[in-house]
């Protein structure tokens, strides 16, 4: 809906869509209802189960370091339900990696993650820069495997288009680069400069093309190929959403190279990298040409950040967003211009403001509470502590079976599910089968890799090593593994045992120790126990005020910010403070949710007051011309300016009472209520 002052100025007060009309052709009305855009985040999404050290994909001396800021959950869920803080993944795109806040890829998959050259923090994990859009990942060299399906081919045979938001840097530099067969095409970050860079198989890189970042946002480039000619195309996004034109460079292609399909995206350097993708669009600078729908406005003091992220299988985004922002006491809503805004706590405060209203001109009418009992003593936070157990290799046994038996032509199946308190990473569904022809004792012997398969057991105890037991082991979810064994021919007299042999001389190569093991063995590398805990505020009231209990669940997984949590929280609730129950004002069109505004009513309130606007309502009477607007207000600061005993002694000093008589003779109570200086 579009309103005007009546000058030509016009403010977007929502945009949505408009439903159920309906009308008469004698009146010639119409009536129809509105439905702004929250409705769209009422959707489903299944994100995986995480940790901030992801297992490596090989067994080997390595983790994958890619972080888990809330950030990028929050990012994440933004995603799922159609809302963008940095471009949608085009139609044929084979890598999305977003950086906010992990290095975990929206699309492709994550080979490797670490810091690329130690500092001070000493911490495997990349560094973190905060950006107009939300966060950007630095000092980082990761790898990541394309994401491809049977319909997209990976060759470069079309032209391929790299896009990648622009952060400002330190002055290092950063690459990003996409292998195709045995050459790389990349974008290069220097300070001031963009450039479009070719690696051949061997001999030194070559550039093809570099501009001036000026006050650009983003930058894509555009590669494409004609025999041996490779182009580069190099433009960019301006901050005012405009494109700039386009700068072109050609390079010779080495012989063989850049003939076969895309197998890894690189993303390195010391400075910062902002999100991006890397593709085939069917719609040239598609990506650079995205509008963002989103904003994360993060804080880089006193950050969240998860140990471990739980399995969410079809969890609805609006939910989980409310449960994330009521957990850090985060704000956000959808702006007049369709903008999701998501603010980080504390950060919405600290803003400037957009204008004062007073008592004389703005301000109709003011109800407000200010009820003593609303204090607390102290803020309690629950939180989720996690325990952690990680291998380099594939040997930690995360469940193992009791042991079955089966009889010749039974097929079992057992479920397999990761405790409530639980996360498993690194599961191994690439079992040895145990069998007469078992390929590997080396790892059954080490207690490596998952096992399943079992042995014959005749009707007086004799075992046999047997090849009837076919095994089988399929994921349902990243919480749920299906085990399942079929029998087929036995013996007389002979049962299929899920286990391995208890005797010596059923199978001379097994280990000791391992036998009469049941089978199957579920292993991986990391397991994560969650056990309850508590933060309590170091900021305390008054000691016959109760408690404040906040429980956000798995949202907060540190003592550190659960304390943080308790201190934020209790310094406002420590202490009773006014609330704002509404505020009518003169319509202020331009006035919107988010706005930080200043109340000042000396001749009402002797109230100053700063505060955010948290609601915005608006009622209209087109007939009649009227218009009354009211606003909700979240006081952050709140300021008397009524006069106290104190400013009476000072603006009398040196005076005596009879003095004070002499000058006020014939004043009444209300006189001096009015001017109690004077």
Not at 476 to 487: L, S
Not at 631 to 646: D, E, F, H, K, Q
């Amino acid at each position: 809906m579009i309103l005007s002052d009546g000058t030509g100025t016009e403010w977007t007060q929502l945009k949505g869509v408009v439903v159920d009309p309906s009308g008469t052709d004698t009146s010639r009305t119409i009536s129809f209802g509105v439905r702004d855009n929250y409705r769209a985040l009422d959707t489903l999404v299944t994100l995986p189960a995480l940790s901030d050290i992801m297992p490596s994909l090989v067994d080997t001396n390595t983790h994958r370091y890619i972080y888990l800021h809330t950030t990028w959950i929050t990012d994440r869920l933004l995603r799922a339900a159609g809302r963008y803080a940095t471009p949608a993944p085009s139609a044929y795109c084979f890598s999305s990696v977003t950086f906010q806040g992990s290095t975990w890829p929206e699309r492709g998959d994550c080979l490797t993650s670490v810091k690329q050259e130690p500092d001070a923090s000493g911490q495997a994990y990349p560094n973190w820069r905060k950006t107009s859009y939300g966060m950007a990942v630095h000092n980082v060299t990761a790898t990541y495997a394309p994401f491809s399906w049977s319909g997209l081919d990976l060759t470069f045979n079309r032209p391929m288009e790299i896009t990648q938001e622009i952060v400002d840097l330190d002055g290092g530099s950063t690459f990003l680069r996409v292998r195709v067969g045995s050459g790389d095409l990349a974008i290069g970050h220097a300070a001031g400069t963009v450039y479009a860079r070719y690696y051949p198989s061997s001999g030194s890189p070559v550039d093809l093309v570099s501009a001036t970042k000026g006050n650009a946002t983003r930058v894509a480039v555009r590669y494409s190929r004609s025999g041996s000619t490779l182009t580069a195309q190099l433009r960019f996004r301006n901050a005012d959403g405009t494109l700039s034109t386009i700068s072109t460079g050609t390079a010779t292609i080495k012989s063989g190279d850049l003939s076969g399909v895309v197998t890894q995206i690189w993303a390195n350097g010391t400075d910062a990298q902002g999100a991006f993708q890397a593709g085939y669009p069917t719609i040239e600078w598609g990506p650079l040409s995205s509008t963002p729908s989103a904003v994360i406005n993060a804080s880089m003091s006193g950050r969240n950040s998860l140990t471990g992220l739980p399995t969410q299988v079809n969890g609805n985004v609006l939910d989980l967003l409310n449960d994330l922002a009521d957990a850090e006491f985060a704000q956000w809503w959808i702006d007049e211009l369709d903008v999701l805004q998501w603010w980080d706590r504390g950060l919405l405060a600290s803003r400037g403001t957009v204008g004062t209203l007073t008592g004389a001109d703005h301000v109709k009418e003011l109800s407000w509470s200010h009820s003593a009992e609303s204090a607390r003593r102290r803020v309690h936070v629950k939180y989720r502590d996690p325990m952690v157990t990680m291998r380099w290799r594939t040997n930690l046994t995360l469940w193992q079976n009791s042991g079955d038996t089966l009889e010749a032509g039974d097929t079992s199946e057992v479920f397999v599910n990761v405790p409530s308190d639980e996360i498993w990473l690194g599961v191994d569904l690439d079992p040895i089968r145990y069998s007469a022809n078992t390929p590997n004792y080396y790892v059954i012997n080490r207690g490596i890799k998952s096992v399943y398969g079992g042995i014959a057991v005749n009707d007086t105890g004799g075992e046999r090593v047997t090849n009837s037991i076919i095994p089988s082991v399929r994921r349902v979810t990243d919480d749920t593994f299906v085990f399942e064994h079929t029998v087929t021919n036995l013996q007389s007299g002979e049962q299929a045992a899920l286990e391995l042999p208890g005797e010596y001389e059923t199978d001379t190569a097994l280990w000791q120790r391992n036998r009469g093991e049941r089978l199957p063995i579920l292993r991986g590398k990391r397991r994560i126990v969650f056990m309850d805990d508590v933060a309590t505020s170091s900021i305390r009231g008054d000691s016959a005020a109760p408690d404040f209990t906040h429980d956000p669940g798995w949202w907060i997984q540190s003592a550190t910010y659960a304390g943080q949590t308790a201190d934020y929280a209790a310094a406002s609730l420590t202490q009773p403070r006014p609330t704002i129950d509404g505020l009518d004002v003169m319509p202020a069109l331009a006035l919107q949710v988010g706005d930080r505004v200043r109340a000042v009513m000396p001749d009402r309130t002797e109230l100053d007051i700063t505060g955010v606007v948290t609601s915005n309502r608006l009622r209209v009477d087109l007939a009649a011309g009227t218009m009354t607007q009211s606003i909700g207000l979240m006081p952050t600061t709140v300021i008397s300016l009524a006069r106290t005993w104190n400013d009476f002694g000072a603006a009398r000093a040196g005076e005596t009472w009879s003095d004070f008589g002499a000058d006020r003779a014939g004043d009444t109570w209300t006189d001096f209520g009015n001017t109690p200086l004077g």
